[in-house]
């Protein structure tokens, strides 16, 4: 049995991924209102009572509102670490005891059949998150919401299978756009978003072209295009000297419907 992944849906208006294995079914955030995330997943032909998990980046309402209502509606348990259950308590509301579960950031731990590392990055949450996720010989990296990547980072995530990168603005178009100077430097911050430029040049020194699945996340609806934000991180991977068409799969992820299903076998 392969490891699956698809995104749900990923922006500032909402974030929900899905990875299944042969016994695991698990959410990275719920960021959309319940019906909604049912919504997503019955178009991928997933039973929301089948999920093991909702594993949360950080407490943020793109990243936590269908949280709590999925939780209470199917009993399904929240993984987060300590800092995000204090920011979102008020937010997701109240959870079952039984489904309170607390992991320390940077520290392996395992559900069923995947091994779970909650890596540390950098944006202005209380302890926000990646997740790298193991399944036999798998791994699947998911960064987001992150205004930097350091060594440490880079050495966590690299020889993954498939990475599900942000690739959240262009920095011309944030710079001459008509946010207020103060959102503007916070997203250009090391603890903001990551540009396309940023994603191009962590994507270019860590793929090997031996067919990873590179998946960009996270599009600014107002600060990026689509096509722009492949073509600035294809320009970035080629000048590396990798083969776009024959030695990695690039592609998008979308604001409001969910990517095919990947499957890494």
């Not at 936590?64 to 993984?79: A, D, E, H, N, W």
């Not at 207020?180 to 250009?188: A, S, T």
Request: aromatic residues 8%; negative net charge; hydrophobic residues 35%.
């Amino acid at each position: 049995m392969e490891i699956k992944f698809c995104s749900l849906s990923s922006g500032s208006s909402g974030n929900c991924q899905y990875i299944e294995t042969k016994s695991s079914r698990i959410l990275i955030d719920a960021g959309f209102s319940g019906k909604t995330i049912q919504g997503l997943l019955s178009s991928i032909d997933v039973d929301p009572t089948t999920i093991d998990a909702i594993f949360v980046t950080h407490e943020h309402i793109d990243h936590t509102k269908g949280v709590g209502v999925l939780s209470r509606r199917f009993g399904i348990p929240i993984y987060a670490n300590e800092d995000t259950w204090v920011g979102m308590e008020r937010t997701i509301g109240k959870i079952k005891e039984e489904n309170i579960k607390i992991f320390t950031t940077e520290k392996y731990f395992e559900i069923k059949d995947i091994t779970v590392y909650p890596l540390g990055i950098f944006h202005d949450a209380a302890d926000p998150v990646g997740y790298i996720i193991h399944n036999k010989n798998k791994k699947i990296s998911v960064v987001t919401d992150t205004g930097w990547v350091n060594d440490n980072m880079i050495d966590k995530i690299k020889d993954s299978h498939l990475y599900f990168m942000e690739s959240n603005h262009d920095i011309t178009m944030l710079k001459e756009g008509s946010y207020p100077w103060p959102l503007k430097q916070r997203i250009l911050s090391t603890k903001g978003h990551l540009s396309n430029d940023d994603c191009g040049r962590i994507l270019g020194n860590i793929l090997k072209g031996n067919g990873e699945i590179v998946l960009l996340g996270h599009l600014s609806q107002d600060n990026n295009v689509p096509d722009l934000a492949l073509e600035t991180v294809k320009n970035c991977i080629l000048s590396q000297g990798i083969d776009i068409e024959k030695d990695i799969v690039l592609g998008l992820s979308h604001r409001d419907r969910a990517t095919e299903i990947f499957c890494l076998e």
